[in-house]
């Protein structure tokens, strides 16, 4: 199993600010950052691929999140008194149960002026969930996340680097891009340890240290191989 530096090296706090949006989520953080200062539409609902952002967005909303693989059946929502704003991620993985329980929020929310902003890796229509809470995931506002070409993928982290001025050649960011977990949270939390390995050991950025570096922080060998 990977240990992945997001436990070992927090990176700041998830923000609009900070989103990776790449060209074709322009529109979905626009949208969802007029949703979320001005209001209108009572649910928003992202979806994509593992990996383009849903749990970022979500997390930024500030709203209460709850993350669906985690809490399948939705137990830790107060039966009463419901949060003004409740960001709910990875909703295909919850039970029959946390179905149930999500279908309630709604409508509770709704009735007091909450806000609902839900993630999920399909679109509403095409979830595999009770028919009623797929038409009310469905009445609001649907946007999709589309995963970072590794075309972008590069140039935010060759912008990260020179944000640290850091010296980072083309040849240790094609390693970290084709040996690395490909998610930019890790990537990213990625290129801050192999600059911090470098300042503490006193040595260049070169690829000797960043295998030293996946060695020591991913528990799959394969990926280093040349």
Known sequence: MRQLLLD?????PPSL?????????AETLVALTQWLAAGGDFCFFLWGERGSGKTHLLTASRFVYVDASLDMDLASLPPENLPPGLAVDRVEALSAAGQIALFNAFN???????RLLAAAGDAPA?????????????????????ALSDT???AALTRKAVERAMPLTPEVLEYLLRHAPRDMPTLSALLTALDRAALEAKRPIT????RD??????????FLEP
């Open 17 to 25: 600010e900070n989103f990776l949006e790449g060209a074709s989520n």
């Open 152 to 154: 972008e993928k590069a």
């Open 213 to 222: 570096l996946l060695r020591q922080t991913l528990a799959e060998p394969a």
């Open 126 to 146: 095409r979830l595999q969930v009770r028919e009623d809470l797929r038409n009310r995931l469905g009445s609001g506002l649907i946007y999709r996340l589309a």
């Open 8 to 12: 070992l090296l927090p990176e700041s």
């Open 108 to 114: 509770r929310l709704k009735g007091a002026g909450g």
């Open 207 to 210: 690829l000797p240290l960043l």
